[in-house]
């Protein structure tokens, strides 16, 4: 079966950019989308599509999906970003998640 | 504004059964394709299953093996998850999440239901 992998943890300082990749094998051939989740709460629509932003997210989110990895990109970290965030595909009958990094702002 | 509504949750023994409910206000229910997904505590979201608009196709995760069946009533709105077998290990929360038209994401999510499983 299809796996997706994220690394567990990614810290970043206020005001900086933060990178979270998602790896896959030919992950490029597939459209990603991406989650974030809050301490307690449900998870929230980041970006489809590989890059396309929902209605009502932050400019500061962006993404790429090319060749084995796709990245989620967020510009200006602030503390309310801190957060859980997964990557989805689906691959032949199935949803597939990452399995989640914990973004850490310092 | 479109809202999704788990309930059915709680706390059951092993090998008992549950049925899950979600229901669903502010959209055109049978345009959407319905998913659920779990997170056990601590843990990363876990797909279960999918169920197109009409409830014609259904996908399971293979790691279910069979235990669990999806479900949806469009005349009221509702979308369903019976589980059976019950072991510890399904102790989690349940989101019910809707797809506009089966594309293979999720912009709309329950707040979630807990299921425990313990003897």
């Known amino acids: 079966s299809y796996a997706l992998t994220q690394p567990p943890s990614v810290p970043v300082s206020p005001g900086q950019t933060a990178s979270i990749t998602c790896s896959g094998e030919n992950l490029g051939n597939k459209d990603v989308c991406w989650y974030q989740q809050k301490s307690g709460q449900s998870p929230v629509l980041v970006i489809f599509?590989?890059?396309v932003r929902p209605s009502g997210v932050s400019e500061r989110f962006s993404g790429s999906n090319s060749g084995n990895t796709a990245t989620l990109t967020i510009s200006g970290t602030q503390a309310l970003d801190e957060a859980d965030y997964y990557c989805q595909v689906w691959d032949t009958s199935a949803v597939v998640f990452g399995g989640g990094t914990k973004l850490t702002v310092l | 504004q479109v809202q999704l509504v788990e309930s059915g949750g709680g706390l059951v023994k092993p090998g008992e059964s549950l049925r899950l409910s979600c229901a669903a206000s502010g959209l055109t229910f049978n345009d959407y394709y319905m998913t659920w997904i779990r997170q056990a505590p601590g843990k990363g979201l876990e797909w279960l299953s999918y169920i197109s608009g009409s409830g014609s196709t259904i996908y399971y995760a293979d790691s279910l093996e069979g235990r669990f069946t999806i479900s949806r009533d469009n005349a009221k709105n509702s979308l369903y998850l019976h589980m059976s077998n019950l072991r510890v290990d399904d102790t989690a929360i349940y989101y019910c999440?809707?797809?506009?038209?089966?594309?293979?994401?999720?912009?709309?999510w329950g707040q979630g239901t807990l299921v425990s499983v313990s003897s």
């Open positions: 999440a809707a797809d506009y038209g089966a594309s293979y994401f999720f912009d709309t």
């Open positions: 599509q590989d890059n």
